[in-house]
């Protein structure tokens, strides 16, 4: 058996995922030993156990312990079925989307998994309808009936070529209905699926302990018996436990500072790998349209004049992340330059003369809010570089917030916050999820911004095309209504990167269309 404390190589090796992902592991393992749970190491923890109530990386964990109908077997970049045996549009108007079961699915506690149950689990997350959560995907969904016990119907108001993409995303769990009311959420602590491993224990903020569910019934093929997930406040405590052996992998929040620390060929004599790859995940900024500054077009246009995302990505993250001037990241059809199409470099004397055209001659006061325990551990350093940059003006009065996720997202969802950061990594891999989301009186900021040519028009034509790279024209114009309204200001997008013990195997393959870590794919390695 591998002994996971020797070390055998004294060299960090730097890999792309788009080439392992094809097959060129190191070792390919036999199956599963026990030697213990891999532990992952990560700075971001869920906010919640229900997924009613998240739209948020509480769906790394889901993915894990529940079953959605649709999800993505390995290397798929379309949903496919999974607690579903078959899922379809049955109508000419693309309008009535029917999913037959598997049979004989339980939920890890022995209830049976039935069509009724699909059927609650859905229907709390629109009846619970919490403020910034999914109830916000469901957008096209009427209505959802079970004829039979292995039959689901959902029944569209309108034609809806992403609703397959809502129904594999986390938020989409099935749960146990005596376990989760149709009106309320739960709040014990615990969580009860039907997904490859079970919630073995739980302590928020500090670790979750997954072990294999033997009543699962899906695609997944599991290679470990046991996952350890830790959560860390920051980077430096991640990479210190990963090389103390006492973690395996880390997943999100390596910092830029160590990502460099592993790059680097004298990086010690710790066995480790670094996995790198393109990353569709972005960090903006929300404007909150109530608040007496904020609220104005011309501050935040002023605002949009004056960051300088190549300063921001380059000193601050050290290029381990790319300037966005989109909120549709590169890579996905529909991915624009409108920002710097529209305000071009950094320019104080115009963001004065927006200013001043608007009448407004007196320093802006600004409080901007980040959340001090998620998207890495550059965001303190990233805020105060975008403070710096604003105060250096002399248009601005910047002031800095920050609270710990769990109290930071009460504090948007309430509106609390005049300007406040976000990152976001998709639901899945279409332009509609980084417009969707954040638009219209319902979405995933908590904060309502109606665009009805946006929620109006461009999406609902959008999404009569099964075909995604017709609907190209659509995003652009939706991208720049954003640009005008500057409502949203997008910041940076970033790249993937995964360290990893060179013990463990998997990792190039665990990773699903929306960066999501599939557990159940990594494995120790049984001999070189």
Known sequence: MFNRKRRLRRVVAIVSLSSLATGCGLLSPDGPEDDGPIVVGTTSAPSTLDPAASWDGSWELFRNVYQTLLSYPDGATAPEPDAAEQCALTDSANQVYRCELREGLTFSNGHSLDALAVKHSIDRIKEIDVNGGPAGLLGSLERVQAPSAREVVFHLDKPDATFPFVLATPAMSIVDPSGYPADALREDGEAVGSGPYTLRSYEDGVRAEL???????????????????????????????????????????????????????????????????????????????????????????AVAQIVDRATLAHEVYQDTVDPLYSMVPKGLTGHTTGFFDDYGDPSVPKARKLLTEAGITERVPLTLWYTSDRYGSETATGFKEIKRQLDASGLFEITLESRPWKTYVTGYQKGEYPVFGRGWSP?????????????????????????????????????????????????????????????????????????????????EQAMDPSTIMMMWQLSRKTGW
Do not use: C
């Open 211 to 301: 072990v294999r569910n033997d009543r699962y019934r899906g695609f997944a093929e599991r290679r470990n018996d046991a996952v350890t997930v830790r959560y860390f406040k920051d980077s430096a405590g991640m990479v210190e436990a990963l090389r103390d052996d006492d973690i395996q992998v880390t997943y999100r929040g390596l910092a830029a500072d160590d990502v460099i620390g592993l790059q680097a060929k004298d990086a010690g004599d710790e066995a480790l790998r670094l996995v790198e790859g393109s990353g569709t995940e972005i960090s903006y900024l929300v404007f909150n349209p109530e608040d007496p500054w904020a609220g104005r077009r011309e501050v935040r246009r």
């Open 427 to 507: 639901d899945f891999p279409d332009a509609e999820n980084f417009i969707a989301p954040f638009v219209g009186e319902q979405n995933a900021l908590g904060t309502p911004y109606p665009a009805p040519e946006i929620t109006g028009e461009l999406l609902p034509r959008s999404r009569r095309e099964s075909d995604r790279a017709d609907v190209e024209r659509e995003f652009e114009r939706a991208q720049q209504i954003i640009v005008d309204d500057a409502r949203l200001l997008p910041l940076w997008q970033g790249k993937q990167y995964v360290a990893v013990s060179t013990e463990i195997s998997g990792v």
